[in-house]
């Protein structure tokens, strides 16, 4: 976003005033519908198209990592469980959609972009669901419950922030489509911290924990 808005590439967050088309100055002066500050709006020029990609594949790959140890610590604690196998896998498929949102830029690919941003978006809810209920039904102390409580209000702000990000953007007001893009940032912001709360469990992981994915 910073790279975006320092090369007039997009407007800035806090700007409400859009116009139908413009003449030759940057959006510092004169935004568009093209200057939406979209996630993906601000990966579509160069140089931050570079990082926008790079950024969504190391994503990808930590996505499928977290979703690997989060499977085989609930597999250690309680067993197969569909619930967990649905996890990794809406997971795993959120990082395949996030490689392709990454990869194929909105105005470059854009039947490829949006394809994968139609499978990142809505398995990432699911996933953040799916470890919402593992953790209640995990939970053993009262620790264990404030997580599931926490994890529990960051997946209803997920939810909210997704529907609303998906109504308005299919909107032609300009001000609907500005909203659009704060609910996603937002989507993307509470997703990173729901990740953040794995480290609650992730500090107990062992050689056990990783041998359990092996039998």
């Not at 030759?24 to 004169?30: E, R, T, W």
């Amino acid at each position: 976003y910073a790279m975006a808005l320092s090369n007039n590439h997009i407007c800035p967050v806090h700007n409400w005033n859009y116009n139908q088309s413009c003449g030759m100055d940057g959006p510092g002066s004169c935004c568009t519908l093209d200057h939406i500050p979209l996630v993906s709006k601000c990966g579509t020029l160069p140089p931050e198209s570079c990082f926008f990609s790079l950024i969504c594949s190391l994503g990808s790959f930590m996505v499928i990592l977290v979703g690997l140890l989060r499977y085989a610590h609930v597999l250690e604690r309680v067993g197969p469980s569909l619930l967990n196998t649905l996890g990794l896998a809406t997971g795993w498929l959120c990082a395949a959609g996030l490689t392709m949102v990454g990869n194929f830029q909105v105005d470059h690919a854009k039947v490829l972009h949006y394809i994968g941003a139609g499978v990142a978006f809505p398995t990432s809810m699911l996933f953040v669901f799916l470890q919402s209920v593992l953790t209640y039904r995990m939970a053993k102390t009262r620790g264990h419950y404030w997580t599931g409580h926490l994890r529990s209000i960051l997946t209803a702000v997920a939810f909210i922030t997704l529907v609303f990000s998906g109504v308005f953007f299919i909107q032609e007001s300009f001000v609907l489509q500005h909203v659009a893009a704060l609910c996603e940032w937002m989507f993307i912001i509470d997703v990173l911290v729901f990740y953040g709360t794995f480290t609650f469990e992730f500090g107990a992981i062992s050689t056990d924990t990783f041998l359990v994915l092996l039998k």
